[in-house]
């Protein structure tokens, strides 16, 4: 024989229940809070990872899972330990990141809000990998304001972390960002190294951006060292501006500037250059478009203010017009009349090639009645140039140079017209 159902519970009980519970003393009231909270915490690692994992991608849009042992740790912050954990937004193929291993300790009030608002006290990741282009249609997404980042109030710290991008990588990242905290400034240090295939660049660098929510007061300094076959660049940076990625990542405007040395063999140049202009993020390149170049140096490297434009990718291409204060002493000396002028050279340059600059670079020079068009190879410039004292007077150029007038050994030539071809072997 069947038992009979069980009566509903009237509603006159269900209001009797909540009258009960708010005639309760908040301390016992909290206390009952409290333990509840315990009770939740006490479920197996196995099924309250999940859940917070749940709650914490639904709060700032993701979908976060994990594989492997997890475990939870109650204290003054819990902590929750987690291994093989994917993030990505719903739906997506890619995951925006992966890490080996991470541990967050969360406040009390995070649990009880459910990861809203999502307030952590420190995040650390063993090995994470982070995929930019799947990374930036996320952040573009995000609320503006409070609510756009979680709150870190011990900060974050990644060891051995990657970052994709499209057709580079950086490697061995080591990253420390103490406090991250509605609109207060934030601060971080990051070692790592750039590999796009060709050129390495290991990097030592400190960020600041003074107010997160509007991306007003970003900058970083440093140093990074590129490097390919044959030639180091040491070099010291500082890059500011205002950072924007609403749509995508850009800085408005970006102001950089930086000082080394290029080095090659017993070449030693040393120089000083810096950019001013929008600084956008495109799909695998970045574009400064227009800037503003100003270059000083020693020797070999001329005096030169100009107008521009720069893309960077899978590739390098740039074409900038400006002038050249005077003449280089290191360069070889005109000939009279030309070499008495005290005007500033005209130049225009193009370049399209890889990084290490072995395509031709695209040259024109005006300076009063002297013009020379053609192309000018970086590589054999350098070799040129460390050979001076004992090679050719002239750089390796291909071109020709016209001028109205010109002495050469006592003697004045008129209409000069003169051809230049490098029969050197050159690179792609």
Do not use: K
């Amino acid at each position: 024989m069947s038992l009979p159902p069980r009566p509903a519970r009237p509603p006159q009980a269900r209001r009797r229940w909540r009258r009960l519970l708010l005639l309760l003393p908040p301390s016992l009231l909290g206390l009952l809070l409290v333990l509840a909270l315990v009770a939740w915490l006490a479920l197996p690692p196995a099924r309250l990872v999940p859940m917070v994992l749940a709650r914490i991608g639904a709060s700032i849009g993701l979908e976060i899972s994990a594989e492997g042992d997890a475990a939870t740790r109650l204290g003054r912050h819990p902590l929750i330990v987690v291994r093989n954990l994917v993030a990505r937004e719903p739906g997506a193929e890619r995951a925006l990141l992966r890490a080996r291993r991470v541990e967050v300790a969360l406040p009390w009030r995070t649990i009880r809000g459910l990861g809203d608002p999502l307030a952590l006290v420190r995040v650390e990741l063993d090995g994470p990998v982070l995929d930019l282009p799947a990374l930036q249609p996320w952040l573009a997404s995000r609320p503006s304001g409070e609510g756009r980042l979680p709150t870190l109030e011990e900060g974050l710290h990644v060891r051995d972390g990657r970052i994709d991008g499209a057709g580079w990588s950086v490697e061995a990242m080591e990253l420390t960002l103490p406090r991250l905290r509605g609109d207060a400034p934030v601060r971080a240090r990051a070692t790592g190294r750039y590999d796009d295939g060709a050129t390495r660049a290991p990097f030592a660098l400190a960020a600041t951006l003074q107010r997160p929510a509007s991306g007003r007061g970003f900058a970083v300094v440093g140093a990074v060292a590129p490097a390919r076959a044959g030639w180091r660049l040491p070099t010291s940076i500082t890059l500011s501006g205002a950072l924007h990625w609403q749509d995508r990542l850009a800085l408005l405007p970006a102001r950089f500037g930086a000082s080394g040395r290029y080095l090659a063999g017993e070449t030693d140049i040393p120089f000083a250059l810096g950019l001013h202009g929008p600084l956008r993020a495109h799909a695998g390149a970045w574009t400064l478009l227009p800037a503003g170049i100003a270059l000083r140096g020693g020797g070999l490297v001329p005096e030169l203010d100009a107008r521009g434009a720069f893309a960077i990718g899978q590739r390098l291409r740039l074409q900038i017009d400006g002038r050249i204060a005077h003449w280089p002493e290191a360069w070889p000396t005109l000939p009279p009349p030309l070499g008495a002028s005290r005007q500033p050279l005209a130049l225009s340059a193009g370049y399209r090639g890889l990084f290490d600059l072995s395509a031709p670079l695209a040259l024109r020079v005006v300076r009063d009645d002297l013009r020379f068009d053609g192309r000018l190879h970086i590589p054999g410039l350098v070799d040129w140039a460390s050979t001076l004292d004992q090679g050719s007077l002239l750089p390796p150029l291909e071109g020709r140079l016209e001028a109205e007038a010109m002495e050469i050994s006592g003697a004045r030539l008129e209409g000069v017209r003169i051809e230049f071809d490098d029969d050197a072997e050159r690179g792609p």
